[in-house]
Nanobody, 124 residues
């Protein structure tokens, strides 16, 4: 059974950092592009960052460029999202999603394997 589990969320002050992890079980991430998405209360789910299978290509939403970094360790079957200089507007539930194939897509509908999400709250 394909399963993605996010971890690393929590409460952090503005300007702080968190590192989210997305661990896969039941399948190898070697053949899956990964996306990180987030959903704030009352808003739709939006793409944050994506990465191709071999890490050769990444993508970031304009709102997080220069602050967030996506990476993957296929040997550990895990993808990471390092989040620095966090802002209150980054507050959301963060989800990772997997899509079979080398290249990532930024649309929610392109992904059919989702984790349960992890809450990130940025507040003083």
């Amino acid at each position: 059974q394909l399963q993605l589990v996010e971890s690393g969320g929590g409460l952090v002050q503005p300007g702080g950092s968190l590192r989210l992890s997305c661990a896969a079980s039941g399948f190898s991430l070697d053949y899956y592009a990964i996306g990180w998405f987030r959903q704030a209360p009352g808003k739709g789910r939006e793409v944050v960052s994506c990465i191709s299978t071999n890490s050769a290509s990444t993508n970031y939403a304009d709102s997080v460029k220069g602050r967030f970094t996506i990476s993957r360790d296929n040997a550990k079957n895990t993808v990471y999202l390092q989040m620095n200089s966090l802002k209150p507007e980054d507050t959301a539930v963060y989800y990772c999603a997997a899509r079979s194939g080398i290249y990532y897509y930024t649309a929610v509908a392109e992904y059919n394997n989702w984790g349960q999400g992890t809450q990130v709250t940025v507040s003083s």
